[in-house]
């Protein structure tokens, strides 16, 4: 099965780089994936890992280690729009399944 | 732009009655989901269904049933509706493991909020 941890909650200030993490307990799986959800909001696509290492866009960084179990979701020049729940999330091996953690509700102040 | 719509924003129904939450892509992925989500616990997954009349269980199937006659539409359906089953549910759906590499990533709808009295 899967276990996908995060941290509950997090705070930054606007302007500040914040690092997002995830760790996971999985058999397998083809990819791991970033969403953000404002609230009341559906949750959209920001990155998919399926390589270790860091893929980049723009602000936003994703970086994957499949033999540490481990993801991180990397936000710079945070704005105050970057108020919202990041969720990661991982497509088991042999199913396009995807598989939620509880997702990190992220809270940018002046 | 993929969209996936779901039938209802909002929605209150009784204990023990019949629900059906309804959902509509119209990117012809093969892939549909149900989730719900709840403060807390996350996105919880209750049914997948990844081609027509094909159709996984999630981590939460108690109580759900699902139906998926055409490509296009994935039906969440409530037997017998419960208090505990008060929640946001949200549809996604994304491109089979053909197409998976293309784009990857699933689309979800708006989110029914239901509410069980």
């Known amino acids: 099965g899967q276990n996908i941890d995060q941290p509950t909650e997090m705070t930054a200030t606007e302007g500040a780089i914040v690092q997002i993490n995830c760790t996971y307990q999985?058999?397998?799986?083809?990819?791991l994936f970033w969403y953000q959800q404002h609230a009341g909001e559906a949750p959209t696509f920001l990155s998919y890992?399926?390589?270790?290492g860091l893929e980049e866009k723009g602000r936003f960084s994703s970086f994957l280690s499949r033999s540490k179990g481990y993801s991180y979701l990397l936000l710079k020049e945070l704005q105050m729009k970057d108020s919202a729940s990041y969720l990661c999330?991982?497509?088991?091996?042999?199913?396009?399944?995807?598989?939620f953690g509880t997702g990190t509700r992220l809270q940018v102040f002046p | 732009d993929v969209k996936v719509t779901q039938s209802s924003r909002y929605l209150v129904k009784r204990t023990g009655e019949k629900v059906f939450l309804e959902c509509v892509q119209d990117?012809?992925?093969?892939?549909m989901f149900w989730y719900r989500q709840d403060p807390g616990l996350g996105l919880r997954l209750i049914y997948f269904?990844?081609?027509?009349?094909?159709?996984e269980k999630g981590d939460i199937p108690e109580g759900y049933s699902v139906s998926r006659e055409k490509k296009e539409r994935f039906s969440l359906i409530l037997e017998s509706a419960s208090t505990n089953q008060t929640s946001m549910y949200l549809c996604?759906?994304?491109?089979?493991?053909?197409?998976?590499?293309?784009?990857?990533?699933?689309?979800f709808g708006q989110g029914t909020r239901l509410t069980v009295v």
């Open positions: 890992n399926v390589l270790d």
């Open positions: 990117m012809d992925h093969e892939n």
């Open positions: 996604a759906s994304s491109l089979g493991p053909r197409d998976r590499d293309m784009r990857p990533e699933a689309f």
């Open positions: 999330a991982v497509s088991p091996h042999n199913t396009d399944k995807l598989i």
């Open positions: 269904s990844y081609d027509v009349k094909m159709k």
């Open positions: 999985t058999s397998g799986f083809n990819g």
